[in-house]
């Protein structure tokens, strides 16, 4: 993993304990976490490399909701004993064309032994500028509810990879897919919305589940029209 550190200097190639980020006087940093496990989060028979972006790109697609750009992350793994290097090879060759993608950087984390599952734990850091990061409790009456993307490609993608969309072709079967394997933080949107959104977070349980959590926190209520 030492290679995915090379380009952010606080992060020592991966050679101390800690790292160190510098932000500018008028910044703040931004911090999120996501637990990933074999059977609940991901197949364990996904390939490694969308394995390994999917974790990431969930704690990234938190950071957009908050408006932040993304800069660098922990990443820790509980390994089965019988793990192979091939795979944590294309595991770590995910991670790199996505770094590249969103221009972050490993800067740490710790790796263990388990009898248990796969598990991954990522904690991701962005920055913006103070005071601007887009809260859940931010939403008011008269606001309108916005979705970038479509709501229920992933839990598609599921259900065809578990062959239990018989009848779809396989262009639809493929893009869904991809939807569940490797979904798409909208890091640039979150940052274009600063000053704009009263309130957001990224549908990661579903949107009636995740407009709650904004309606709960804001003290107000929604209505849908799903028509």
Same mark, same amino acid.
């Given at each position: 993993?030492?290679?995915?550190?090379?380009? %952010? &200097?606080?992060? %020592?190639?991966?050679? =101390?304990?800690?790292?160190?980020?510098?932000? /500018?006087?008028?910044?703040?940093?931004?911090?999120?976490?996501?637990?990933?496990?074999?059977?609940?989060? %991901?197949?364990?028979?996904?390939?490694?490399?969308?394995?390994?972006?999917?974790?990431?790109?969930?704690?990234?697609? =938190?950071?957009?909701?908050?408006?932040?750009?993304?800069?660098?992350?922990? +990443?820790?793994? /509980?390994?089965?004993?019988?793990?192979?290097? &091939?795979?944590?090879?294309?595991?770590?060759?995910?991670?790199?064309?996505?770094?590249?993608?969103?221009?972050?950087?490993?800067?740490?984390?710790?790796?263990?032994?388990?009898?248990?599952?796969?598990?991954?734990?990522?904690?991701?850091?962005?920055?913006?500028?103070?005071?601007?990061?887009?809260?859940?409790?931010?939403?008011?009456?008269?606001?309108?509810? %916005?979705?970038?993307?479509?709501?229920?490609?992933?839990?598609?993608? +599921?259900?065809?990879?578990?062959?239990? $969309? &018989?009848?779809?072709? =396989?262009?639809?079967?493929?893009?869904?897919?991809?939807?569940?394997?490797? &979904?798409?933080?909208?890091?640039?949107?979150?940052? /274009? +919305?600063?000053?704009?959104?009263?309130?957001? $977070?990224?549908?990661?349980?579903?949107?009636?589940?995740?407009?709650?959590?904004?309606?709960?926190?804001?003290?107000?209520?929604?209505?849908?029209?799903?028509?």
């Amino acid at each position: 993993f030492a290679p995915l550190a090379a380009c %952010f &200097p606080g992060a %020592f190639g991966l050679t =101390d304990d800690a790292a160190t980020i510098s932000l /500018a006087a008028d910044e703040e940093l931004v911090v999120t976490a996501d637990l990933l496990t074999a059977g609940v989060h %991901f197949r364990a028979d996904d390939p490694p490399d969308r394995i390994a972006q999917k974790a990431l790109r969930v704690n990234l697609s =938190d950071l957009a909701a908050k408006g932040a750009v993304p800069r660098s992350y922990l +990443l820790s793994l /509980a390994l089965p004993c019988d793990w192979q290097l &091939p795979w944590m090879e294309a595991f770590a060759k995910g991670l790199a064309a996505d770094q590249k993608e969103f221009s972050v950087s490993l800067i740490g984390g710790d790796t263990t032994a388990t009898d248990g599952p796969f598990t991954i734990a990522i904690t991701a850091m962005g920055s913006l500028p103070s005071g601007t990061m887009i809260l859940r409790s931010g939403a008011k009456p008269g606001d309108l509810v %916005f979705v970038s993307g479509t709501i229920g490609d992933a839990g598609a993608g +599921l259900a065809a990879l578990n062959g239990s $969309l &018989p009848g779809a072709a =396989d262009v639809e079967r493929h893009i869904l897919e991809h939807r569940y394997q490797t &979904p798409s933080p909208r890091v640039t949107l979150g940052a /274009a +919305l600063r000053g704009i959104a009263t309130a957001a $977070l990224d549908v990661s349980d579903g949107l009636l589940a995740d407009l709650g959590h904004i309606a709960s926190t804001s003290n107000v209520r929604a209505v849908v029209e799903a028509e």
